[in-house]
């Protein structure tokens, strides 16, 4: 059966299971405080969890991420609320293994989510924009800074990346909510919590 078959599969029981994205537990109020530059850039070990809204012309969901990265190698889990239904994604930035409905693939990183999901991003620039940044891997345009120094719209291969609204935490500023838009799809990320 086709892998992308399958995908779909799952994010029509993602839909099924998952009526909305919850709010953030203790969430606290952004800061004024500006962002040090090298707090998150420079972050080599970290945790997210959120909750994933996605929606193209063929299909939508909603799912749980859990996305572990220590150094260059990621640990990546994308399920429904209910558990269904599992995908992993354990690698680093050249080779990933992909963990599907009892098959296990290996493909390049940079085409994971585009040939398991359908969108065109590679994992090395989305964990910079978990982080509130504009990935080095390419060029970006249309940066909008808010008045407090914080990144909050800039566009990049394709895609329009919205930093939704940012928490302080540990003297960080941390994105909490984020959004993509490009190749007539959208992703919305709300993340629950963060580990450092």
């Avoid at 994971?112 to 390419?138: A, E, H, Y």
């Avoid at 540990?170 to 909490?176: E, R």
Wanted: hydrophobic fraction near 35%; charged fraction near 20%; aromatic fraction near 12%.
């Amino acid at each position: 059966m086709n892998i992308r078959l399958l995908i779909g599969f799952f994010f029509s029981l993602l839909l099924s299971n998952c009526n909305s994205i919850a709010p953030i537990e203790n969430a606290q109020e952004s800061s004024s405080h500006p962002l040090k530059e090298d707090n998150l850039s420079n972050s080599q070990k970290w945790l997210v969890k959120a909750k994933l809204a996605y929606k193209n012309s063929d299909d939508e969901g909603f799912a749980n991420l859990i996305w572990d990265q220590t150094y260059d190698h990621h640990h990546i889990t994308l399920s429904s609320s209910m558990s269904l239904k599992k995908f992993v994604v354990s690698g680093d930035k050249q080779i990933s293994q992909v963990k599907f409905n009892q098959e296990i693939l290996e493909i390049e990183s940079k085409d994971v989510m585009t040939k398991f999901i359908g969108l065109p991003v590679s994992l090395l620039d989305l964990s910079w924009w978990l982080r509130g940044r504009i990935s080095p891997t390419s060029y970006s345009s249309n940066q909008v800074y808010e008045e407090d120094g914080l990144l909050s719209k800039f566009s990049q291969n394709g895609w329009n990346i919205g930093i939704l609204n940012y928490k302080r935490t540990n003297q960080k500023n941390i994105p909490i909510q984020i959004s993509l838009e490009g190749y007539n799809s959208y992703l919305k990320i709300k993340i629950t919590s963060w580990t450092f």
